[in-house]
């Protein structure tokens, strides 16, 4: 996977979302816990998603609804869980 | 026009707020929810649409009973707005029963009567095991099977108590014993999740159900469907006159065969499947099983007119 800056990874997940729940217009700060737009049901859809998308292994100590609630705190998982990732051993 | 299969959704499915639109806007919604208040003396649409009822709409309970209902209520308002009559009807485990009553095999307020009961059975007997209910998603379920084997231990049994998809499964144990297996799911590269308000079902872990579940359904007097249901305890449809009884009772102990009924309406050529209720997990579990069953689902506002756009293109 090439290197992707902040934006385009939030338009990935934007896509995802839009393609996937009724939304009319989405703010990356919006809480979408919170309008009952997300729910841990969806949050384990989406983690498949995530996993393949962004090459990242989500394990169950991440299924906190924080970190789904908007697509920053999606962002901030997904880049956290990267950085990890390439950290050199 | 090729006929859809109408999929009713299970327990965990409900959300705070679900179906709202269609209840402020349609009679026949509101008329549903008064029924089911009129039968069980309960304001469902109290507990579905006030924030402050959140914790009765997420257990097992109330949940039961609110599922049925709003999902009653979407298959009337699918009816009475595109009125195109299903080939089959199912249901993912507590899902089956909004099938049967959809397919006119029981009327609805006896249904809430039965789940009523069911409920409190299943309660009854799940007190005193301390047990839990958990999905293992993104691991072939060969690989899942076998994780649960080994860890199986006799008078401390695990069981898979639903085959989803081809890479989910939920599990069901004691809740120890479960939890223990988050780390070894891990490793071979799955998650495990705990569902919450669950407890040991569809495992014989629930033996003791059984007998009282068919004494409560010998009270009822079942109807001949108007399209075949398919069952979750072998993915065919119910043999509503000789078996639906001792085939239902039965389903408390058996695993969820959801993957073999989405095999069902493949083979008998079904390409449309509409989810009659909230929260799209069965959409999901169809579209990661196969391609060929273009799937709809039944929960907003813009649905109706999506589908009314999709079905009567078909």
Sequence with gaps: MNPKDSDSMKEIIRGYLFENISLEELHNDEDLVEYG????????????????????????????????????????????????????V | MKKPAFMFPGLGSQYPGMGRAF??????????????EDTLGIDLAEVCFTPKAEKELAGAETGRLAMLTISIAIYRLFMEQINISPQFCLGHSLGSYSALCCAGVIDFSDMLHIIRHRGIIVNQVNARLNGIMAWVVNLDNQITEKIVRENSQQGMELYVSAYDSP?????????????????????????????????????????????????????????????PVISNNDGRPYEVENRLVTTLAHHLVKPVQWQESTRYLVKQGVTIAVEMGPNKVLKHLIQSSTNSIKTYSMEKQKDLDILQQALLKE
């Design chain 2, 167 to 227: 890479n989910q499964v939920s599990i069901s144990g004691r809740r120890n014993l479960v939890m223990s297996l988050v780390q070894k799911v891990e490793k071979a590269g799955g998650l495990l999740y705990p569902l919450k308000h669950s407890g040991p079902f569809h495992c014989p872990l629930m033996q003791d159900t059984v007998e009282p579940f068919r004494h409560v359904l010998g009270k009822y007097h079942f109807c001949p469907p108007a399209c």
């Design chain 2, 23 to 36: 209840y402020e806007n349609y009679k026949i919604v509101k008329e549903t929810f008064e029924e089911a």
């Design chain 1, 37 to 88: 737009i997300i729910n841990s049901l969806f949050a384990i859809q989406m983690l498949t998603f995530l996993e393949k998308e962004f090459c990242i292994k989500i394990t169950l100590d991440d299924m906190e609804m924080d970190n789904f609630k908007s697509v920053n705190s999606l962002y901030g998982m997904v880049e956290a869980k990267q950085v990890l990732k390439n950290k050199p």
